[in-house]
């Protein structure tokens, strides 16, 4: 079993930054990348980001590019934790953010984190 545990979300005002934090525990699973996703009210999820396990390549949605940026612990077992840090916040980046892992051997993100709110006031 894999658990995604995200924190680290909370209301800033439009240009703050805030840092999410995802815990992967898993002592059977290995991952082939943690991806963060988000979801407005009344709108799909979107990619945000996210970060190959081998190399640590890191990918990013356009609207967040040069603003977000995805890092990670040295890996370790059983626990490996990814961050997620928004700067230059903006109102529309208001949304549930979601980390997910995609398992080896999985053709997409198979474990998802509950998720944590995120909200930019103007």
């Known amino acids: 079993q894999l658990q995604l545990v995200e924190s680290g979300g909370g209301e800033v005002q439009a240009g703050g930054s805030l840092r999410l934090s995802c815990v992967a525990s898993?002592?059977?699973?290995?991952?082939?990348?943690i991806g963060w996703f988000r979801q407005a009210p009344g709108k799909d999820r979107e990619f945000v980001g996210s970060i190959r396990w081998s190399g640590g390549s890191t990918y990013y949605a356009d609207s967040v590019k040069g603003r977000f940026t995805i890092s990670r612990d040295i890996p370790r077992i059983p626990k490996n934790t990814v961050y997620l840090q928004m700067n230059s916040l903006k109102p529309e980046d208001t949304a549930v953010y979601s980390c997910a892992a995609q398992s080896i051997g999985a053709d997409d993100y198979n474990y998802w984190g509950q998720g944590t709110q995120v909200t930019v006031s103007s």
């Open positions: 898993s002592r059977t699973i290995s991952y082939y990348a």
